[in-house]
């Protein structure tokens, strides 16, 4: 099956801008939407970004304006790009697949750190 690996996180202060990545060590274009999940401490996972195979995005409200997913399917990695974050964005992040009928096996996330 195909193993995801999270990176990019850390500590940032509020404004700040993160990217993180998601590399899948086979082959994501059959997954036909990727999305990224966070879950902060006591909370359960959320979608916060989704992005299709032909580039619709969908984004949570708390995220809206300030986050931007993208793929590149050659290169099987999911990005997230995270401008003016927000001590509330404090949370691991993982990728896998939006759709939860498809959902991959997690991987270890990538922790973000939003705190001056």
């Known amino acids: 099956q195909v193993q995801l690996v999270e990176s990019g996180g850390g500590l940032v202060q509020p404004g700040g801008s993160l990217r993180l990545s998601c590399a899948a060590s086979g082959s994501i274009s059959s997954i036909s939407s990727m999305g990224w999940y966070r879950q902060a401490p006591g909370k359960q996972r959320e979608l916060v970004a989704a992005?299709?195979?032909?580039?619709?995005?969908n984004y949570a409200d708390s995220v809206k304006g300030r986050f931007t997913i993208s793929r590149d399917n050659a290169k099987n990695t999911v990005y997230l790009q995270m401008n003016s974050l927000k001590p509330e964005d404090t949370a691991v992040y993982y990728c896998?697949?939006?759709?939860?009928?498809?959902?991959?096996?997690w991987g270890q996330g990538t922790q973000v750190t939003v705190s001056s």
């Open positions: 896998n697949s939006a759709i939860l009928y498809y959902l991959l096996s």
């Open positions: 992005v299709t195979n032909v580039g619709r995005t």
